[in-house]
T-cell receptor
């Protein structure tokens, strides 16, 4: 059974810092991995999707890497801003029906 | 274009009542997923539709939960005889076949069972 873990559970950094969020999964047989952002009381916003054959994806100040063999992904946020404060979720997609298995999330607070 | 929409956005009900939650996926998206996000449980899969069929219902927590999809579009999640532990945010996502297969999520329905 696939299990997804995110570390740390919570993170507080001053504005301008670069930071890394970690995601690990137990079954490397995945189709892709998706990083999401969730603001309080809101739905999920997709940030980056990495296919199983890819090593990384970049969008603006965000860079996500994937090491499928070791079951790890990282989300790197450069020059963090207070507007980046949110919960960040990683999810892996696999199996016959391609449902997403989510991690428990990292609550990020960027202090101005 | 329009994203995934869900209604109602908030629903407060009394224990024992039935509720219906609606999801309108992105037009043309063939697959639709329901997830539940409850305090202490994180986000968990409930059911998957491909067209109007549900080949994976493995996440439905009990037989009080059911869902249907009609016309390959709108889906309804029904919870009968609601219990307090059903309180959660219910999220719907749709996906197109082929391409990146990225899942797009709706804003969710927050269900509170008193």
């Amino acid at each position: 059974k696939q299990e997804v873990t995110q570390i740390p559970a919570a993170l507080s950094v001053p504005e301008g810092e670069n930071l890394v969020l970690n995601c690990s999964f137990t079954d490397s047989a995945i189709y892709n991995l998706q990083w999401f952002r969730q603001d309080p009381g809101k739905g999920l916003t997709s940030l980056l999707l990495i296919q199983s054959s890819q090593r990384e994806q970049t969008s603006g100040r965000l860079n996500a890497s994937l090491d499928k063999s070791s079951g790890r992904s990282t989300l790197y946020i450069a020059a963090s801003q207070p507007g980046d404060s949110a919960t960040y979720l990683c999810a892996v997609r696999g199996g016959a029906t391609n449902k997403l298995i989510f991690g428990t999330g990292t609550l990020l607070a960027v202090q101005p | 274009g329009a994203g995934v929409s869900q209604s109602p956005s908030n629903k407060v009900t009394e224990k024992g009542k039935d509720v219906e939650l609606r999801c309108d996926p992105i037009s043309g998206h063939t697959a639709l997923y329901w997830y539940r996000q409850s305090l202490g449980q994180g986000l968990e899969f409930l059911i998957y539709f491909q067209g109007n069929s549900a080949p994976d219902k493995s996440g439905l927590p009990s037989d009080r939960f059911s869902a249907e999809r009609t016309g390959g579009s709108v889906s309804t999640l029904t919870i009968q005889r609601t219990q307090q532990e059903d309180s959660a945010v219910y999220l719907c996502a749709s996906i197109t076949s082929g391409g990146l297969n990225e899942q797009f999520f709706g804003p969710g329905t927050r269900l509170t069972v008193l």
